[in-house]
């Protein structure tokens, strides 16, 4: 069945420290990958997305994703994270064929926590 | 400004009492959708249309109704509201359904069915 699983609910960093929050999808054709952020109480925010070409995108808020198509992953990344950054992230894909073409399949979130 | 409007953004209502959703956009999107959104289940799409008069079921669309007379309105129906469709509701667009373009979001409706 076609999915995409963000395996990590809920994560943790310090303020100034790394962050990776995972993304992997099961679809026989590389989708188009977009990440977005959801504040409390807000609506969604792109951050990025990737269609073809440089598989590292760059996106807002010092954000970044690599696409992996060896391992189906379109994991986001930032170096060093800021309290506001506190937020559900949401990874969604498009198919690229098929009959489901305008959908957008998301992912189940991953609650980000910052400590100060 | 380029944006999708929903309304109500807030709704507190009781089971059996039809209730409708708005969402307008402005942008002459010819692909619309509704998701609904959960704790832990992420967004699932309800119904989405791929232009006027042209409207077809997401992955879970019992309970709703939606119509598309017009480009820019997408209603969202619930002729029988019930608790399990207590939700936090988006609106979205795109402008058409093979755009690789991203999703423009509504802010989003959060009803309460008692």
């Known amino acids: 069945a076609q999915s995409v699983t963000q395996p990590d609910i809920h994560i943790t960093v310090s303020e100034g420290a790394s962050l990776e929050l995972r993304c992997n999808y099961s679809?026989?054709?590389?989708?188009?990958l977009f990440w977005y952020v959801q504040s409390p109480g807000q609506g969604l925010q792109l951050l990025l997305k990737?269609?073809?070409?440089?598989?590292l995108v760059q996106g807002i808020k010092g954000f970044e994703a690599e696409f992996k198509r060896s391992q189906s992953s379109f994991n986001l990344r930032k170096p060093s994270v800021h309290w506001s950054d506190a937020a559900e992230y949401f990874c969604?894909?498009?198919?690229?064929?098929?009959?489901?073409?305008?959908?957008?399949?998301f992912g189940r979130g991953t609650q980000l926590t910052v400590w100060p | 400004e380029a944006q999708v409007t929903q309304n109500p953004r807030y709704l507190i209502t009781v089971t059996g009492k039809k209730l409708t959703v708005t969402c307008s956009q402005n942008?002459?999107?010819?692909?619309m959708s509704w998701y609904r959104q959960d704790p832990g289940l992420g967004l699932r799409q309800i119904y989405y249309?791929?232009?006027?008069?042209?409207?077809d079921k997401g992955d879970v669309p019992e309970g709703y109704k939606v119509s598309r007379k017009e480009k820019r309105n997408f209603p969202l129906i619930l002729e029988s509201p019930s608790p399990n469709q207590t939700s936090l509701y988006f609106c979205?667009?795109?402008?058409?359904?093979?755009?690789?373009?991203?999703?423009?979001f509504g802010d989003g409706t959060r009803l309460s069915i008692l």
């Open positions: 979205a667009s795109r402008e058409t359904e093979l755009s690789n373009q991203p999703q423009h």
């Open positions: 679809y026989g054709a590389t989708p188009y």
């Open positions: 990737y269609f073809s070409g440089d598989t």
């Open positions: 969604a894909v498009k198919l690229v064929r098929g009959s489901t073409l305008g959908r957008l399949y």
């Open positions: 942008m002459n999107h010819e692909y």
């Open positions: 249309s791929m232009n006027v008069e042209v409207t």
